[in-house]
């Protein structure tokens, strides 16, 4: 039987202080292709320079002496177009870091846009695995919008800070795509936009903490959103690999050279480098217009273009294919045979090698990209030795500031280009200052060393405000031998039909020793008890009531208390009044239903705010709250870490039931967060009219021809849910 309270546990909570000295911090970086070596840098949009960011951040933290244990997250890939390195659960980095791969979705590698309604399924997989796991993490620190989607609802179901890095933002993307024309629906519906934009808008509203390469980043892209707050804001430039990118040593034999020169009529020439993906935004098709414009830069210099890697141009996606074909054909315009090079592929090990190779030509690295979020290319070519000509949009202006390893240009301006092209290959002094400024300003300001000590004094001053479960779980009066669990609100899905009713509970009682069983409702506790008193339920197992804010184990119906410290963090019920007691549209319903963790009102849709224009509001004042939306008449706001979706991942944690054999019955927007991810779901016929049948991408979710209670139990055939206990397209049906 549950007893005591949230203190009594203190001592043996699994989550450390920030001032400890053995950190666990779980990275999450989900897109995209992530392996310990020969990273494919540049195969497609979603492999480029984040992958490369977190492995070398996880190494550089797994360095040093307060950190214990370092987990780079991401998705596991197993299909036979990509390395089988992809489809190994762990790789190991160093002594204590290592890459762990989750599944998210389909086996096969897709694209970032459609990963978004896989995240709900490889948010309970990972959280499944760190239920496993020694220890839970200390931090948690999500990289793109993807993996801050997943790392928010971690941090809100284990305790934990959540650092969050952007390296792209949506309403920056959207800016940029709009001004070269696509029209807004075509944005949208390509990169999923909206979600994507309303995920960074909740992030930035709740990261204890956001990291940005460049004080340009926070002004100018972090700047388009209305949540975001420079008080919880960190410029940490990230660092550069010294002991890869070096400067050239003379006595060294650079074999891709050989790469090289076979394009070449003038192989000793000076190099002129641009080395990116193949992507639109880098403005190749620009720096060759710049160049074949240019007799005088012909002449000084050969032009070295690496951009990705390919086997047959037709093969690779739209955008790449575009961009390279149109690479071959302004070649051809210009007439530019043998002064360009074009090589095919490179390894990731071989880009140090390419920066000392130009350099030792009396070279310069251009990165002429339309806008850059921070360039830490042009750190690498620093570090190597070769100055540098980037564009002044974004990050280069502070890395140039900062470095003065060579010059800013318009990225649109091809007479600019050639012309800063021209003063640093012809001025020998020139070269050299931006040469040895480089190499110098690199090591002292981008070292991943630095990029470290800056990071952890961040951590240890974030305020201590979590309460993470517990180490060792106390015992509760509910049958922890049972593998499986029905889960049930009251209104519309068990009440309705009296017949469907009785035999749902004789169903029940036949596998009572088999099945746990659970109502989860917006009522509070006393109501939900004399409803189902009145209608013949019997006692349940767990009651999860006012709408996740308080659960209940067995007969004696002992609360949960740790559950209840835990969803007070950041719990402002006097503030949220106060604030919507004005609102049109909005109206209290009565103090019998409120509760300590809940604020139910009336609500007219044709006149009260929508439930996203209201968590504006709260966000707006700081406040980071759940508003729930049911039955089109209905609005409860309740702590940002309760929910009826988060008891329910914390009951089965606590009772050791795989979410993946849990069945949940509901309908309404107040179910949808239990119905998302693992969890089998069903909703009952008569619920059709209700807020997820609204959504299009809910299609995984099995709609029952049958009404009430009996939906529940056509759900229990469908899955097969005493015997398999799988969805009938699921691969354990092949």
């Not at 049972?482 to 519309?492: A, C, E, K, P, T």
């Not at 019955?665 to 949808?672: N, R, T, V």
Request: a negative charge.
């Amino acid at each position: 039987m549950l007893t005591g309270s949230a203190d009594d546990h203190t001592e043996t909570i699994r989550c450390r202080s920030m001032q400890g000295t053995d950190l666990y911090i779980c990275l999450l970086s989900i897109h995209g292709l992530i392996r310990g070596t020969n990273l494919e840098l540049g195969r497609d949009a979603d492999t480029g320079g984040q992958t490369k960011y977190v492995v070398d951040l996880a190494r550089a933290l797994a360095q040093h002496p307060e950190v214990g244990q370092v987990d780079l997250v991401t998705r596991l890939v197993d299909c036979p177009e990509v390395s089988p390195n992809y489809a190994q659960p762990e790789e190991r980095l160093c002594d204590n870091a290592r890459i762990v791969r989750i599944e998210c979705g389909p086996a096969e590698y897709i694209p970032k846009e459609k990963l978004w309604y896989h995240l709900d399924a490889f948010t309970d997989n990972l959280a499944e695995w760190l239920h496993e796991q020694s220890r839970y993490p200390d931090l948690l620190h999500s990289h793109y919008a993807d993996a801050g989607y997943v790392g928010l609802r971690l941090s809100n179901l284990f305790g934990v800070p959540l650092i969050h890095t952007g390296h792209s933002l949506g309403r920056d993307k959207r800016k940029r795509l709009l001004a070269a024309g696509h029209a807004t629906s075509e944005i949208n519906e390509t990169y999923n936009m909206p979600l994507r934009i309303d995920t960074e808008e909740e992030i930035l509203a709740n990261a204890d903490l956001v990291v940005a390469s460049t004080r340009n980043e926070i002004e100018e892209q972090y700047g388009l959103y209305k949540f975001q707050d420079p008080d919880r804001m960190a410029v940490i430039p990230p660092g550069t690999d010294l002991s890869s990118f070096r400067p050239f040593d003379p006595d060294e034999d650079i074999a891709f050279k050989s790469e090289v020169d076979r394009f070449l009529a003038d192989p000793d020439k000076p190099l002129i480098l641009a080395l990116s993906r193949p992507d639109e935004r880098k403005n190749i098709l620009t720096l060759i217009e710049a160049y074949g414009e240019s007799e005088a830069l012909q002449e000084a210099a050969n032009l070295l273009i690496v951009a990705g890697n390919r086997d047959d141009i037709r093969d690779l996606d739209d955008g790449a294919q575009q961009v390279l074909t149109n690479i071959l054909i302004w070649i051809d315009a210009y007439d530019l045979y043998g002064k360009v090079a074009v090589p095919k592929r490179h390894r990731a090990d071989e880009v140090p090698e390419i920066y000392r190779l130009v350099a030792a030509t009396g070279g310069v690295f251009i990165n002429p990209a339309l806008t850059e979020p921070f360039g830490l290319t042009i750190l690498e070519a620093a570090a190597s030795g070769l100055p540098v000509v980037a564009t002044e949009n974004g990050g280069p202006v502070e890395i140039i500031g900062n470095c003065e390893c060579g010059e800013l240009v318009d990225p649109l301006d091809r007479e600019q280009i050639a012309n800063a092209l021209m003063r640093i290959l012809k001025d020998r002094k020139t070269w050299e200052r931006y040469s040895t400024n480089g190499i110098k300003r690199v090591v002292e300001t981008y070292s991943w060393e630095a990029h470290v000590q800056t990071y952890m004094q961040k951590i240890r001053a974030l305020p201590e405000e979590s309460t993470p479960f517990p180490e060792q779980w106390t015992a509760v009066e509910a049958p922890r031998h049972r593998d499986r669990m029905i889960v049930s609100g009251l209104d519309q899905s068990l009440i309705g039909n009296p017949e469907s009713l009785s035999r749902f509970v004789e169903v029940v009682r036949e596998k009572r020793k088999s099945v746990t069983t659970c109502i989860a409702t917006g009522r509070r506790l006393d109501d939900a008890l004399g409803l189902m008193k009145k209608h013949g339920i019997a006692p349940m197992d767990i009651l999860i009531t006012s709408l996740g804010t308080r659960i209940h184990y067995g007969q004696n119906l002992d609360e949960d208390n740790l559950w209840a410290a835990h969803i007070d963090h950041a719990w402002s019920r006097r503030r949220i009044r106060k604030l919507l007691e004005e609102t049109p549209g909005l109206e209290l319903q009565s103090r019998n239903e409120q509760t300590e963790f809940k604020l139910s009102y009336y609500c007219d849709p044709e006149v009260a705010p929508s439930p996203d224009e209201i968590r504006s509001l709260l966000l707006q004042h700081t406040i980071s709250a759940n508003v729930i939306p049911s039955f089109g008449m209905f609005l409860d706001i309740v702590p940002v870490r309760a929910s009826k979706g988060q008891a329910l991942r914390y009951v089965c944690h606590r009772l050791e039931i795989p979410l993946d054999q849990v069945l949940v019955a509901g309908g309404s927007g107040a179910d949808e967060d239990m119905m998302r991810g693992n969890t089998l779901a069903v909703v009952p016929k008569n619920r059709e009219h209700e807020e997820l049948c609204l959504h299009p991408e809910f299609d995984r979710i099995y709609f029952s021809p049958e009404s009430f209670a009996a939906g529940i139990l056509d759900a229990v055939e469908h899955y097969d849910f005493f015997g398999r206990c799988t969805a009938p397209d699921s691969p354990a049906e092949a």
